[in-house]
């Protein structure tokens, strides 16, 4: 299934075509050598059902593409990039880090990566390919910053952990601060070294563009800058403070960006109407890519592929508490290669629950109240991965849905690439030093 999930991507079909079409490919040839029922396709009804259509937080989403679609489409979105890398133009790659600051932002603002990824794909990638940026570089900035609406609270994935292990959600959104903001860092840190390096690969914006004096500048900021960022910080408070939920917070956004675009001049039925008909588009086609991930998966599953994934990573042996943390890391993360992150969770967590809460780490962590929180989040931390591995990094597919035509799945696998072993960096610093996960949950209190 991995085999020809892989080959069948470059074929040209739509993603959740292929995605789907493969589920019913093998699920046909198991029935053929009777390792698999054809009633079990029956138990897909409820599944896409019970995780697709009756999932009130995804709502948010065509809300959110709408969004992103108009701040796009009105031109808003293309003057606050703008402004922020007049603010940035001495700084190598400052547009890419503009993207990468862009998407935490986001992150924090809807929790929920398919509207993230979409929503910055649709706002950034013409802009950094105006500038002519590297096209890996420029999807694998996207592709990196928008999988932090993950892990950055309010994250719907820690909503599911702290259910399945029984932790406070509360302290699970405070433990993830941290590492979400570290790897924002750690990205920013390497599109300057990568620009600094190879300056050709992200082009800064020319000395003589830009604003004349500090005056212009001031109106820049004014116009282009702060609106938006108001906004943004809008739908981010009205979550934190309680005062909505994603959902809502979505319908305040759409509702923002209609005002930002009039105020500018540039709501008209035309602009209106190119927003609708892309954000139904759009949103088509993310919904379908969960309907076949959901079937791809299930089939998957059916025929045992996660039974031998745990098996032969079993076979290594496991004895100390670092071992079965180290063992536990590499499934989680190779498991990304193959499963979405709730497939992930459901496989893994209900089994090694009962294990996990068994080992002793207080050595390194000063106490062991602190380590079921620590663990989850490293575990989150490891899952975000699973966005952007191939052959089914679901960002992939996002990304390859909302590119033209001129970005193939070549660009988009190479420029991955350098961003997952990021990741995995930002990982094993969580590892190393756990107060960057327990810090900010210890200080207000959430242990006590």
Known sequence: MFLVLAASLFCGFPVAF??????????????????????????????????????????????????????????????????????????????????????TIMAASTGIVGATVVMLTLIALPAMMERNYNKELAIGTIASAGTLGILIPPSIMLVVMGDLLQIPVGTLFMAAVGPGLLLSLIYVAYIFVVARIFPHLAPPLPADMGPGDAAELRRMILRSFLPPTFLIALVLGSIFLGWATPTEASGVGCFGAMLLALSNGRLDLKVLRETLESSALTNGMVFFIFLGATLFSYVLRALGGDEVMVEVLKAAGIDTAWEVMTFLMVLVFFLGFFFDWIEICLIVLPVFAPLLKTLDFSAHLGDSKYFLAWMTTLIAVNLQTSFLTPPFGVTLFYMK?????????????????????LQVIGLVLAIALPQVVLWLPIATGFFD
């Not at 999932?55 to 489409?73: D, H, R, S, Y």
């Not at 849905?401 to 997952?420: K, Q």
Request: charged fraction near 10%.
């Open 18 to 103: 292929v995605l789907g079409g493969v589920g019913i490919l093998f699920g046909l040839l198991g029935y053929w050598f009777e390792v698999f029922n054809l009633v079990q396709f029956y138990n897909l009804l409820p599944r896409i059902w019970g995780s697709v259509a009756q999932n009130q937080v995804l709502v948010a989403i065509p809300m959110f593409v709408f969004m992103g679609t108009l701040l796009e489409k009105s031109g808003v979105a293309d003057d606050l990039l703008r402004c922020l890398q007049v603010l940035l133009r001495r700084v190598p790659g400052g547009l890419a880090m503009s993207v990468t600051l862009m998407g």
């Open 401 to 421: 849905g909302a590119v033209p035509p001129s970005i193939t799945m070549g660009h988009i696998y190479r420029g991955i690439v350098p961003f997952v072993a």
